[in-house]
């Protein structure tokens, strides 16, 4: 033992000092635990410069590749359409059911936080579905379920993916967990495993990336193609369709001038505009609450403004006009020709009949408006049709006097049918 303290006097263990802290050498600024902070940091920045880099070249060779991708993605979403037809023949689903199932599943995606060109992604399963096999209403909800399930695994975040016990939970137990996993296959099989549906998500990103950033110009092109979702006029609608019309029509309503850009990215459906800003007045709930939050830039506020004063200028524009026509003509008073002076009239006013308009008048929109009240030789027409029934009543008598008159009593004691009009 005095030997071995010995040797650790004279530095036997070698050249190199002990120290009293474990994790340090010769130099304290060079321990080992400095070592290892300092090689996690260089491998983040190596990480991250490989990813800056791979970024630039799929930049790059998407510039160089731009039309072969959008060729392909127009030809794909026109290969994975859903047929309205199909789904109009469904035994016990209804259109009418559609939009219950669609807030259900709007709900779950905020829920799970998953990517936008997951709902439509989801949405399309379902459709195509539909069109394919018989679907039982007590079977919509599970559908639905197996749609987003499918559609979080093919694009979604792995983190983000839904389970079954979650998606049961909020069925609220009506399904067993078996029952997931059985109509995930049976979608699966039915479609041929073919998922890939380009989404009006992927096209719109297409066309934003070629302009400066705009966040509340993508929210509310978002916003009024999740508005489409829910009408059957846009089921079998082409996503690239979609997706130039909802933007165009986002900036229209943003006030946004449109930026200089490609044909393609230009040219939208003025019929597809004009058909989903006929649906803008009552749209989803749901989705008015989820687009008024801060994250998506309160555009479902700014839509309510932008269609109350459109529908403010449409009452300006539609009523002034008629107030002008129904507006009564003063009659011109001739002042009598008698030097006695005139018998002073009361200076109460009272509300004037409105005036029906002459008949070689136009109305607005070329519809004539009807009378207020009827002309004179109305009630003359009523009084000659009353007296020939009259006459016809007395002359059926003389013909036939034995038939008895019914009395008061028997006349309250018939109940008339409900689908028939009662005569004059």
């Known amino acids: 033992m005095a030997q071995y303290s010995a040797s650790l006097g004279n530095g036997a263990l070698g050249s190199r000092p002990v120290n009293d802290h474990f994790f340090e050498s010769e130099d304290v600024s060079d321990g080992r635990f400095v070592r290892n902070q300092k090689s996690r940091e260089a491998q983040r920045y190596a990480a991250e410069q490989l990813q800056i880099m791979a970024d630039e070249m799929s930049r790059a060779t998407a510039d160089e590749y731009q039309e072969d991708i959008l060729d392909h993605m127009e030809r794909k979403e026109a290969d994975t359409l859903p047929d309205v037809d199909s789904i109009d023949i469904q035994s016990e689903i209804?259109?009418?059911?559609?939009?219950?199932?669609?807030?259900?599943l709007i709900e779950a995606h905020i829920a799970f936080q998953l990517l936008p060109e997951t709902l439509f992604l989801t949405v399309n399963l379902l459709d195509r579905y539909c069109s394919k096999r018989i679907v039982f209403k007590r079977h919509y909800q599970l559908v639905g379920c197996a749609a987003m399930l499918?559609?979080?695994?093919?694009?979604?975040?792995?983190d983000r993916v839904p389970t079954i016990r979650e998606l049961q939970s909020m069925c609220c137990g009506l399904y067993e967990e078996d029952m997931f996993v059985q109509m995930e296959r049976h979608v699966l099989q039915t479609l041929n495993w073919e998922i890939g549906h380009p989404t009006v998500d992927n096209f719109l990103q297409m066309i934003l990336s070629e302009v400066?950033?705009?966040?509340?110009?993508?929210?509310?092109?978002?916003?009024?193609?999740?508005?489409?979702?829910?009408?059957?006029?846009?089921?079998?609608?082409?996503?690239?369709?979609?997706?130039r019309s909802s933007l165009a029509l986002?900036?229209?309503?943003?006030?946004?001038?449109?930026?200089?850009?490609?044909?393609?990215?230009?040219?939208?459906?003025?019929?597809?505009?004009?058909?989903?800003?006929?649906?803008?007045?009552?749209?989803s709930q749901v989705l008015v609450r989820k687009y008024s939050s801060a994250h998506y830039g309160m555009v479902a506020v700014t839509l309510d403004d932008f269609m109350a004063k459109q529908a403010a200028?449409?009452?300006?524009?539609?009523?002034?006009?008629?107030?002008?026509?129904?507006?009564?003509?003063?009659?011109?008073?001739?002042?009598?020709e008698s030097t006695l002076a005139p018998t002073p009239q009361p200076t109460t006013t009272a509300p004037m009949t409105p005036q029906k308009p002459?008949?070689?008048?136009?109305?607005?929109?070329?519809?004539?408006?009807?009378?207020?009240?009827?002309?004179?030789?109305?009630?003359?027409?009523?009084?000659?049709?009353?007296?020939?029934?009259?006459?016809a009543n007395q002359h059926m008598l003389a013909q036939n006097p034995a038939t008895p008159m019914p009395t008061p009593t028997a006349v309250s004691m018939q109940q008339p049918q409900m689908y028939q009009y009662q005569q004059c």
């Open 250 to 283: 986002a900036r229209h309503i943003l006030g946004r001038t449109p930026p200089p850009q490609s044909e393609w990215a230009m040219s939208y459906d003025t019929t597809t505009i004009v058909l989903l800003s006929q649906h803008l007045h009552r749209p």
């Open 150 to 158: 499918i559609a979080a695994k093919y694009g979604d975040k792995k």
């Open 313 to 336: 200028i449409a009452r300006r524009h539609t009523i002034a006009p008629r107030v002008r026509q129904m507006a009564p003509v003063q009659p011109q008073i001739q002042e009598p």
């Open 212 to 243: 400066s950033y705009d966040p509340e110009v993508e929210f509310m092109a978002l916003y009024l193609s999740e508005i489409a979702m829910f009408h059957k006029d846009f089921v079998s609608s082409l996503p690239s369709v979609m997706a």
């Open 94 to 104: 209804q259109w009418f059911m559609r939009p219950y199932l669609l807030d259900f």
């Open 358 to 391: 002459a008949q070689g008048q136009q109305m607005p929109h070329g519809y004539p408006t009807p009378p207020e009240t009827p002309n004179d030789d109305y009630f003359e027409h009523q009084q000659a049709i009353l007296a020939a029934k009259a006459a």
